[in-house]
């Protein structure tokens, strides 16, 4: 099912964490008329992109408002993950100083 609603360019797709890869990412699939989710923790990223504002230097506003006129949607309301088709984390995972992936950006994404 998900194949052909991937063929049609029918998928649903969320992207959890808007920073510099997430909001790329994001609007590079509304770009291409996919409807994207997009979440973050951080409220005033959110607030910004429902103006039409970038907080980004290499992303206009103008890209912002194009996605949101292809139905890009940002919120921080998890209650929309049951429309999704495809989830992508776009998270920091640092390394702790023993060289381990710090995965606490990850677990606070999904709890």
């Not at 912002?64 to 006129?69: G, P, Q, V």
């Amino acid at each position: 099912m998900l194949k052909i609603k991937i063929k049609k360019n029918k998928e649903v797709i969320g992207v959890f964490g808007l920073g510099y890869v997430g909001l790329p990412l994001a609007l590079n699939f509304s770009q291409k008329k996919i409807k994207v989710y997009g979440f973050d923790n951080d409220k005033s990223k959110i607030t910004k992109i429902n103006k039409n504002k970038s907080y980004l230097s290499h992303i206009s506003s103008k890209e912002i408002s194009n996605a949101k006129k292809n139905g890009f949607i940002v919120s921080s309301d998890y209650s929309f993950t049951k429309k999704l088709d495809v989830i992508i984390i776009c998270v920091p995972t640092p390394l702790t100083k023993n060289k381990k992936p710090d995965l606490s950006y990850i677990k606070s994404t999904l709890y």
